[in-house]
């Protein structure tokens, strides 16, 4: 009994609760999840044991390859742009002393509304008729006349463009808390020493918030495997599977083609893929980073 | 005198509540819409609480692909709706291959409801020989022209390709979109078009042919019809002028865009009735509507696609089966109500395909929509009638019809291959048992 009274099990007792939950709400729907991967279920009725032949099919599927393409364009346009304007403007921001909090505010606002919300505004700008594009063609111009989301070529970085709008006010937020931990003597050292603004970025900045930095690459590499929100509302992963995701297609199998089987093949995939991505930085953490 | 008032009110109340307690209560799970649910609540579940004191019709309303996934969990665990509501018969079949809806032939049987009913719409409900499903809404494709419009350019309503393709060049020449139609907001859009292609190109006959699986789908009949079908939609932008505009637009521009002359024709479902008498109705320009034309010499007749566009089932597992029954009786047996109901639609929705005569038809409609109906009941009469892909394709197929439709626009694959995906779909729901019920022609 007395192990029960032990300081070190006192945290389980508020753990617990929690834990409780999530067994019934995540843990064993995911393993049931991972148990209908092997099934032909079609969502509803008899649910047949078929092996791996989901996923046989699996790397036979085009559209699945095209969407994890797509996956990867999504999470190198992330981990680049949005990553660069946000740390850009959170050290800009740094600088600012007064009306600091407006341009925080305005960086944050897109973040706080509903994606569908957010979609809405950038479908009506990018309108034929009645967004920007019907604007500039009515006084001449040709710009903006055919909406970037009904193009094949560029309906993807639409798209990500759209998220990135509403996600980089975030990384803001993140990056400029991370800043304000920095010892202010390293800069005005660095400031004796005659070091440019982009030096102590480079040198002082970036090192220092080098754990807040690293934590949002990794949120960002798992949050862009299940992106779907943003590519469901704005182009359905069309026009023909040209911004297609994985969690978008997932969606299609089990709700729209009714082969929950093949859908919960998917997302196995999407689960190993995020715990390889976990377990990656478990080592880098392990390895001495400072994650 | 006060206490003679006081037993009578009591003995009121009372029985007023003994009667609400005697009834039970009946549930029905239905697509939301603004407009048509207190129409829905006055006209279907009012009119029916109150022809009876034995069930409580309760119609709850969600968005449809919301209500769709909870009444979907709900009956896994037994539960769900009396009246069970779907979007078409690739749904029946998944529900009823889980054992989950009511046999409905003895029912059908007791109260006649096949006589009442027009015979293909009936038989769309029938699954491995019995009754399990009833459509609440039938539908088709027409086209829809701008009458004031043609009548002022001596254009003629197209009947057949070459006809089209010389009205749509006058048209294009007059600065203005061929066709009024786009996908956003609703991806399947593309099936429309691919279903009118199929049946007016390669004729009614071949696709029922391909369905019952004595034709393949890579038939060159199926390829030529699908290559019209990207040529115009590619290459002469019918649809809103380009295939990026077609993607682009939604249901309120297509009709802004038919009502303000920017398009002088459109394709669409006969569910678009009430939109269009309100858009380009309340214009000064006049519309008029006519059968899709004839594309090619092997679909010389004018025919309509027939389709399902929502049925009704009753719940095996529902608390209330005997209720449900008799809610779904009470819609077969007073045609002058449900008919009272579609006219508030324009007859664009809870067209229940009882069958009418041409004195059943309401006046007070517009004049188009009567025309309609008595033109949609004598040449589908004849056996002149179409599939609908939503209606007639079995789901895995029926998603690859317009989700990979865009893929062959696109020029990624061409017809050919895609027909032959297409086929090997076929060939697996065929092996799976499952294919949908379609009525044997003439």
């Known amino acids: 009994m007395k192990i029960f009274s032990n300081k070190n099990f006192v945290a389980w007792y508020f753990v617990f609760p929690v834990a409780f939950i999530h067994l019934f709400v995540i843990g064993i729907p995911s393993l049931a ?3 209908l991967c092997l099934t032909d279920w079609r969502g509803l009725g ?17 559209y699945l390859k095209k969407a994890i393409i797509n996956n990867v364009i999504w999470t190198i346009a992330f981990l680049t742009v949005p990553v660069g304007i946000a740390l850009t403007c959170a050290y800009l921001l740094t600088g600012i002393k007064r009306g600091q909090m407006f341009f ?3 960086f944050f606002f897109p973040y706080m509304l509903a994606s569908v919300i957010n979609c809405q505004i950038w479908k009506y700008l990018f309108h034929p008729i009645h967004g920007l594009g019907g604007f500039f063609e009515r006084i001449g111009w040709d710009f903006l006349a055919v909406s970037p989301f009904t193009m094949k070529s560029t309906s993807l970085f639409a798209v990500a463009f759209v998220d990135g709008w509403h996600f980089w006010g975030f990384l803001v937020v993140i990056y400029l808390t991370g800043m304000y931990q920095v010892d202010n003597h390293l800069y005005e050292a660095a400031d004796i020493e005659g070091a440019t ?41 069309g026009p023909a599977y040209s911004s297609e995701v994985i969690a978008n297609y997932m969606y299609s199998q089990a709700f729209e083609r009714f082969d929950v089987g093949y859908s919960s093949a998917i ?25 | 005198m006060i206490r003679t008032i006081i037993s009578f009110a009591s003995v009121i109340i009372l029985s007023t509540s003994f009667s609400a307690l005697a009834k039970t209560k009946v549930t029905w799970s239905m697509e939301s819409n603004a407009d048509r649910d207190p129409i829905m609540i006055e006209k279907l579940q009012n009119a029916y609480n109150n022809s009876q004191d034995n069930h409580e019709l309760v119609i709850e309303f969600e968005d449809n692909e919301t ?15 009396d009246i069970v509501e779907t979007p078409g018969p690739s749904y029946v079949k998944e529900y009823h291959a889980a054992g989950m809806l009511e046999n409905l032939d003895s029912y059908a049987a007791e109260f006649g409801w096949k006589d009442k009913m027009i015979p293909w719409a009936y038989s769309s409900g029938v699954f491995e020989g019995s009754l399990y499903a009833i459509p609440k809404t039938h539908e088709s494709m027409v086209m829809l022209y701008n009458k004031t419009l043609f009548e002022e350019n001596n254009w003629k309503v197209p009947t057949t390709l070459e006809e089209l393709e010389d009205v749509a060049g006058k048209i294009k020449a007059k600065g203005m979109n061929v066709f009024s139609y786009g996908s956003d907001g609703w991806q399947p859009t593309h099936e429309h ?38 040529k115009h939609m590619v290459d002469e932008g019918y649809w809103s002028g380009s295939l990026e505009n077609y993607y682009a637009i939604g249901w309120d521009d297509f009709h802004a865009q038919f009502a303000n002359r920017g398009a002088a024709m459109m394709t669409i479902g006969t569910w678009t009735f009430q939109a269009t008498q309100l858009g380009i109705g309340a214009s000064d320009d006049e519309w008029g509507w006519a059968p899709l034309p004839s594309l090619s010499s092997q679909s010389p007749d004018p025919n309509f696609m027939i389709a399902i566009g929502t049925t009704m089932s009753v719940n095996a597992n529902g608390k209330n089966k005997e209720g449900a029954i008799d809610v779904l009786n009470w819609i077969m047996s007073n045609k002058d109500k449900v008919l009272d109901i579609a006219k508030d639609f324009e007859f664009g929705e809870m067209v229940v395909p009882l069958t009418l005569s041409s004195s059943d038809i309401p006046t007070d409609i517009a004049p188009q929509v009567q025309d309609y109906l008595s033109e949609y009941a004598r040449i589908t009469g004849e056996g002149n009638y179409g599939y609908c892909t939503w209606t007639f394709w079995p789901a895995d197929p029926g998603v690859h019809i317009w989700k990979d439709m865009e893929v062959v626009w696109a020029g990624d694959i061409s017809v050919e291959d895609f027909l032959y995906d297409h086929q090997k779909m076929w060939d697996k729901a065929r092996k799976n048992g499952d294919t949908l019920p379609v009525p044997l022609r003439n």
């Open chain 1, 104 to 106: 925080r505010l305005a």
């Open chain 1, 197 to 237: 603004k982009f030096q102590k970025f480079r040198y002082i900045t970036l090192p220092m918030i080098r754990p807040v930095f690293v934590f949002s690459i990794m949120i960002i590499i798992i949050w862009s495997v299940p992106v779907f929100d943003y590519v469901y509302i704005l182009t359905g992963g």
């Open chain 1, 33 to 35: 999840s991972l148990a």
């Open chain 1, 267 to 291: 997302g196995t995939l999407m689960f190993f893929y995020v715990m390889i991505i976990v377990a990656l930085f478990g080592l880098f953490r392990k390895a001495g980073w400072d994650i």
């Open chain 2, 67 to 81: 209500r769709l996934t909870s009444m979907r969990t709900a009956m896994i665990g037994g539960m769900g709706p």
């Open chain 1, 46 to 62: 008899e649910i047949n044991y078929i092996g791996f032949e989901n996923f046989i099919e699996l790397f036979d599927d085009r």
């Open chain 2, 193 to 230: 078009l691919v279903g009118i292609y199929l049946n007016n190109y390669a004729g009614p006959q071949a696709v029922y042919e391909a369905i019952i699986g004595e034709r393949e789908w890579t038939d060159p009949v199926f390829v030529e019809a699908l290559e019209l079908l990207k």
